[in-house]
């Protein structure tokens, strides 16, 4: 009950981030959105065994925190509720890749050299994405997504979806109510009443949905999810989308830890 609560809540605390006023929220969506996507792509283009190359890319979530105003306590909740599925795609590599490779002279499994890889890289990709929502919102990403020309359906399915999640667990938490109060001190459902439990809650869903629907249609819905008027491009936008770009690649093409590492010896020397 407490998991769908907080679930719930999280989702209110994404639209509540959304509204601020800063920087980064005044950046176009549009922009934000292929910024976004031109990092998980270099992100998750790294080789398997890569993990000092990655580092500098945590540099991008840390100056969106810092210029958006974002807390990082409830969003670390949201990515560390994610980490066990992050670590349950990992965990096997040290199991079946024994081999070993030199890092920094000292031998270590590639297994866990891989694992700790696909940890960074998931844990980026993750942050990165609640950001984009946490400042941009999911009505102004659905703009965007319009303006990239993604077909009307799936724009207004992700639009639905995600607006409409909330009343799904709202409804499974009433249910579990429900159920809690009519089988005190039981900890959980049965097993045995899992089957009708998905029924009720299947039926209750169909009921619900057309309700909205209704609703929907009284108001002058047509299939058409206005999301209201967004702004051209500026100069500061594509500046922007220029200067992380330019950092994506520079970091990219070179592993800027390796190369401070070898001026901070050699100046040492």
Known sequence: ???????????????????????????????????????????????????????????????????????????????LFIEPLIIGIGILNPLFDHSKILLGGIAISKGWVTFLSIFIKCSLTVTASILLIATTGMDRLAAALRMLKIPKIFVLQLLLTYRYISVLIEEVSRMMRAYSLRAPGQKGIKWSVWGSFAGQLLLRTFERAERVYQAMSLRGFTGEYHTGEIAKLSFKDLAYFAAWSLFFVIARIYDIPVLLGSLFTGVMR
């Not at 792509?41 to 925190?65: D, Q």
């Open 1 to 79: 009950m407490s998991n769908m609560i907080n679930s719930l809540s999280n989702m209110r605390l994404l639209d509540d981030l959304a509204r601020k006023k800063t920087f980064i929220h005044r950046i176009h969506p549009l922009i934000k959105l292929l910024t976004t996507v031109a990092y998980l792509t270099v992100v998750v283009s790294f080789e398997r065994h890569e993990i000092s190359g990655l580092l500098p890319f945590i540099f991008y979530p840390i100056l969106i925190f810092a210029l958006a105003e974002i807390p990082v306590a409830p969003i670390l909740k949201m990515i």
